[in-house]
T-cell receptor, first 111, second 116 residues
Framework: RKEVEQDPGPFNVPEGATVAFNCTYS??????FFWYRQDCRKEPKLLMS???SGNEDGRFTAQLNRASQYISLLIRDSKLSDSATYLC????????????FGSGTRLSIRP | EAQVTQNPRYLITVTGKKLTVTCSQN?????MSWYRQDPGLGLRQIYY???????DKGDVPEGYKVSRKEKRNFPLILESPSPNQTSLYFC???????????????FGPGTRLTVT
C-alpha cells in the first residue's frame, strides 16, 4: 500500500459547482498535512496547510480525519481557473523530515 | 523576491555525461529537497537536506548525489546519467522541520532533463 494515495480523477465539473476530493495516508503518526496545486508543467504551489481543526481560505476548505486517516479538500463555487492537479503531502512514516506526495487528482472545470 | 531558482531549466544530454543541476533559495531555509516527477508516479523525493552538511536519502536516490556546503545552495549531481533519469526535476525548500512537524515547501520552477 502506498503511504499516500489519491484518486487520480479526472474530476470534470461545471463552473460554480462544489467539488471535493480526499487523500488517504497510511502513517497514523503523521502530523503534517498539506494541499498543493500544480498547473500543467509548472511547479507545485502550496494551497493550504491542514490543521487538526480544519482550515478554510475563501472558497477552499481542508479537513483532517485522523480516525479514518484521510485529508479532504473542498472547493466551493468552482472557477475555470481552479482547473489544475491537486497534490496532497504528508510527512513520512519513517521520518518527519521526509514528505511524501500523492500522485495528484486532476480537476477540470468546464464553462 | 523570495524564491527558489534552478538551472538549467531544460537540458538534453547523452548517457554517461556528468551533469549538475543547481538549486538556490534566498529565504534562509534550513530544509531543502530534490524531487523527480514522472507521469503516473507523482513527485518522488530523491534526496533532502536538513541543514548545511546534513543530507539524507529520499525514496529514489540511486544514480544521484547531492551536497550542501552552503545554506542557500543544494546542487543535484548525476555522475553518469542514464535514459531512465529522463524526468522533470524540482528543488524545494522549507523553513525547517521540528520534531514531528514538517513545514510547507516552496518549489523551484523545475528542470526538464532528457537523457538520450
Amino acid at each position: 500500500r502506498k503511504e499516500v494515495e489519491q484518486d487520480p480523477g479526472p474530476f470534470n465539473v461545471p463552473e460554480g459547482a462544489t467539488v471535493a476530493f480526499n487523500c488517504t495516508y497510511s502513517n497514523s503518526a503523521s502530523q503534517s498535512f498539506f494541499w498543493y496545486r500544480q498547473d500543467c508543467r509548472k511547479e507545485p504551489k502550496l494551497l493550504m496547510s491542514v490543521y487538526s481543526s480544519g482550515n478554510e481560505d475563501g472558497r477552499f476548505t481542508a479537513q483532517l480525519n485522523r480516525a479514518s486517516q484521510y485529508i479532504s479538500l473542498l472547493i466551493r463555487d468552482s472557477k475555470l481557473s481552479d482547473s489544475a492537479t491537486y497534490l496532497c503531502a504528508v510527512n513520512s512514516y519513517s521520518s518527519a523530515s521526509k514528505i511524501i506526495f500523492g500522485s495528484g487528482t486532476r480537476l477540470s472545470i468546464r464553462p | 523576491e523570495a524564491q527558489v531558482t534552478q538551472n538549467p531549466r531544460y537540458l538534453i544530454t547523452v548517457t554517461g555525461k556528468k551533469l549538475t543541476v543547481t538549486c538556490s533559495q534566498n529565504m534562509n531555509h534550513e530544509y531543502m529537497s530534490w524531487y523527480r516527477q514522472d507521469p503516473g508516479l507523482g513527485l518522488r523525493q530523491i534526496y533532502y537536506s536538513m541543514n548545511v552538511e546534513v543530507t539524507d536519502k529520499g525514496d529514489v536516490p540511486e544514480g544521484y548525489k547531492v551536497s550542501r556546503k552552503e545554506k542557500r545552495n543544494f546542487p543535484l549531481i548525476l555522475e553518469s546519467p542514464s535514459p531512465n533519469q529522463t524526468s522533470l526535476y524540482f528543488c524545494a525548500s522549507s523553513f525547517s522541520w521540528t520534531g514531528d512537524l514538517s513545514y510547507e515547501q516552496y518549489f523551484g520552477p523545475g528542470t526538464r532533463l532528457t537523457v538520450t
